[in-house]
Every structure is written in structure tokens, then in C-alpha cells.
């Protein structure tokens, strides 16, 4: 069955500090799917980033970058000079093809509380 | 805004009744994910419709049920309410031919 495992349970940062989020996943798929999503205080799950299992290239968005090494079955989050507004609660998920029925629910982990101090 | 509106946005009723949540998917999505986070179990999927009908089920308790009507939009409907079903219920709508999902405001259910 698959698994999502974020080790880091809260991390502190002071303002423009780097943080890197990480994430780790089981799967027997060759075939899946990895995000992450963003939980701010107001509560609502914004999406960041999609991945697919045969796309390892990093990606980079502005402040934010992803690791994808299939090798460490890891999808890690860097946040570069981060600020106050990325307090928030960061999720990992996975979903896979092999789901059935072209249904692609999502496996989240636990979660990682990102709070930026000024 | 994802573009995915749930109702209402709080919810507060005691044990023993029943409630109904809905979910307006995006504009195209056919998909539609249910998903409950609560403080001990994270979050977790429910179920999942596609264009009308049940493709999926996760760990959905059976006093809880859902449908998706013509018009595309859910309703998840949780009866025989215990003080464990408090919980934030997202939905998430995703269109054809698309893993990504993007989720509404959530709707946070206190039962008393």
C-alpha cells in the first residue's frame, strides 16, 4: 500500500532563512504522482506542485523548489529567503495510476507546521 | 480561490443527527474527491465521483454517504453523528484526463 512519510512534524525559520521540507514515499507503482500542497491558517489546501513518476527534473517556482530523486523515493520542498506568509502547514501526497477506475485519490502524509519568524 | 465553493462553511449540531455538505466542483471538472481531516488521522479520502458515479471509496464510514448530481455538483451526507465526525470535510474537483486537484475552502463540522 502506499505511504507518505513527512519526518518533520514543525520547523522554525527565522525570516529569509532556506528551509527544505522533506518527504518520503512508498509505492509499488511505476506510475504515480507526487504534490504538495499548502494549509495557511484560513485553513483552505492550495496547490503547489505536481510531479509525475517519470519526470525527476527539479523544479523551480520563484522562492520555491522541488527535489525528486526516485533513487531515495524522496520529493523534497526548498523555500529559498522565506518570509512570513509561508507559515503554513505543507502536505505531501501521492496518488497512483493503478488506483482503478481512473480514480486518482490522494495519499497524504502527516503534514509538516512551517512557521516563519519575523 | 481554487474555483471549487462548499456549504456551509461551519456546521455545529449534536450527536445523534444528520447533515448534508455540498461541494460545487470547478467549471468543466467531472470529478469530484471528498476527503475528512481530523486531528488523529490527518487527512484521509472518502470517496470519489466522476460525472455521476461512485468510482471510488477509501475509508468512509457506512453512516456516510455521497452523491453527484446531474448538474456535477456533491453532497456528502453524514448521519447518526458521533463527537468523532468533528472534522474539517474538504472536497476536491479535478477535470477529465487530470490527476490535479484542487480543493474548495473546506466546511468544519463541531458535533456537541
Known amino acids: 500500500a502506499q505511504k507518505v512519510t513527512q519526518a518533520q512534524t514543525e520547523i522554525s525559520v527565522v525570516e529569509k532563512e532556506d528551509v527544505t521540507l522533506d518527504c518520503v514515499y512508498e509505492?509499488?507503482?511505476?506510475?504515480?504522482?507526487l504534490f504538495w500542497y499548502k494549509q495557511p491558517p484560513s485553513g483552505e489546501l492550495v496547490f503547489l506542485i505536481r510531479r509525475n513518476s517519470f519526470d525527476e527534473q527539479n523544479e523551480i517556482s520563484g522562492r520555491y523548489s522541488w527535489n525528486f530523486q526516485k533513487s531515495t523515493s524522496s520529493f523534497n520542498f526548498t523555500i529559498t529567503a522565506s518570509q512570513v506568509v509561508d507559515s503554513a502547514v505543507y502536505f505531501c501526497?501521492?496518488?497512483?495510476?493503478?488506483?482503478?477506475?481512473?480514480?486518482?485519490?490522494?495519499?497524504f502524509g502527516k503534514g509538516t507546521k512551517l512557521s516563519v519568524i519575523p | 480561490d481554487s474555483g471549487v465553493t462548499q456549504t456551509p462553511k461551519h456546521l455545529i449540531t449534536a450527536t445523534g443527527q444528520r447533515v448534508t455538505l455540498r461541494c460545487s466542483p470547478r467549471?468543466?471538472?467531472?470529478?469530484v474527491y471528498w476527503y475528512q481531516q481530523s486531528l488523529d488521522q490527518g487527512l484521509q479520502f472518502l470517496i470519489h465521483?466522476?460525472?455521476?458515479?461512485?468510482?471510488a471509496k477509501g475509508n468512509i464510514l457506512e453512516r456516510f454517504s455521497a452523491q453527484q448530481f446531474p448538474d456535477l455538483h456533491s453532497e456528502l451526507n453524514l448521519s447518526s453523528l458521533e463527537l468523532g465526525d468533528s472534522a474539517l470535510y474538504f472536497c476536491?474537483?479535478?477535470?477529465?484526463?487530470?490527476?490535479?486537484?484542487?480543493f474548495g475552502p473546506g466546511t468544519r463540522l463541531t458535533v456537541l
Open positions: 467549471s468543466g471538472d467531472l470529478s
Open positions: 509505492t509499488r507503482d511505476t506510475t504515480y504522482y
Open positions: 476536491a474537483s479535478s477535470g477529465a484526463n487530470t490527476d490535479t486537484q484542487y
Open positions: 465521483y466522476y460525472n455521476g458515479e461512485e468510482r
Open positions: 501526497a501521492l496518488s497512483e495510476a493503478s488506483s482503478g477506475a481512473g480514480s486518482y485519490q490522494l495519499t
